[in-house]
T-cell receptor, first 112, second 117 residues
Framework: DAKTTQPPSMDCAEGRAANLPCNHS???????VYWYRQIHSQGPQYIIH???NNETNEMASLIITEDRKSSTLILPHATLRDTAVYYC?????????????FGGGTRLMVKP | GAVVSQHPSRVICKSGTSVKIECRSL??????MFWYRQFPKKSLMLMAT?????????EQGVEKDKFLINHASLTLSTLTVTSAHPEDSSFYIC?????????????FGAGTRLSVL
């Protein structure tokens, strides 16, 4: 699996957009970019994923560069409840038996 | 969305005792489930892959006799920490993929915090 690089921590003001970057320069053509987050003392939660097109859902937007070597997760209006560790993971989307490999993630602190 | 239930959420036990943690997929079937371990301020580390109807697959360095995994049905996997010691104290998390959607969307339990005295 392609390795990802994320900043260890970021701060964001409540109500502002949080933009979380992820570098995955060795990503393969068939690997998707997945984002999960883990709120303190809880299990991780799926946020969004994509291959090459930008994606948006009720939680966030995912912007993937044209060369697919990096991506940005955008939380458009961050709230205090968005304070969590955000993990960027690249994986081939094949059968359901593949585990996820978590890196260090980015610890996002949303401040009032 | 899909729900994975993990029980208990917290357990405190004496050294030498065994602790069983259950992981259930509530509204879908999971032939595969995963067990992770997480130390404070660290990332999740995969311990083993639980396979319904066959033996679990353990990651390198994880003692299979110490961490017994049983995937009894398509909705239940259990992790038993045998003869627990203080160094086994950790946050244990299970997950299951929902095969009907994108294959690498995993649904996670809320985790079990184990404290061994």
């Amino acid at each position: 699996d392609a390795k990802t690089t994320q900043p260890p921590s970021m701060d964001c003001a409540e109500g502002r957009a949080a933009n979380l970057p992820c570098n995955h320069s060795t990503i393969s053509g068939n690997e998707y970019v997945y984002w999960y987050r883990q709120i303190h003392s809880q299990g991780p939660q799926y946020i969004i994923h994509g291959l090459k097109n930008n994606e948006t859902n009720e939680m966030a937007s995912l912007i993937i560069t044209e060369d697919r070597k990096s991506s940005t997760l955008i939380l458009p209006h961050a709230t205090l409840r968005d304070t969590a560790v955000y993990y960027c993971i690249v994986r081939v989307e094949n059968n359901a038996g593949n585990m996820l490999t978590f890196g260090g993630g980015t610890r996002l602190m949303v401040k009032p | 969305g899909a729900v994975v239930s993990q029980h208990p959420s917290r357990v405190i036990c004496k050294s030498g005792t065994s602790v069983k943690i259950e992981c259930r997929s509530l509204d879908f079937q999971a032939t595969t489930m995963f067990w992770y371990r997480q130390f404070p301020k660290k990332s999740l580390m995969l311990m083993a892959t639980s396979n319904e109807g066959s033996k679990a697959t353990y990651e390198q360095g994880v003692e299979k006799d110490k961490f017994l995994i049983n995937h009894a049905s398509l909705t239940l996997s259990t992790l038993t920490v045998t003869s627990a010691h203080p160094e086994d104290s950790s946050f244990y998390i299970c997950s299951a993929p929902l095969a009907s959607v994108a294959k690498n969307i995993q649904y996670f339990g809320a985790g079990t915090r184990l404290s061994v005295l």
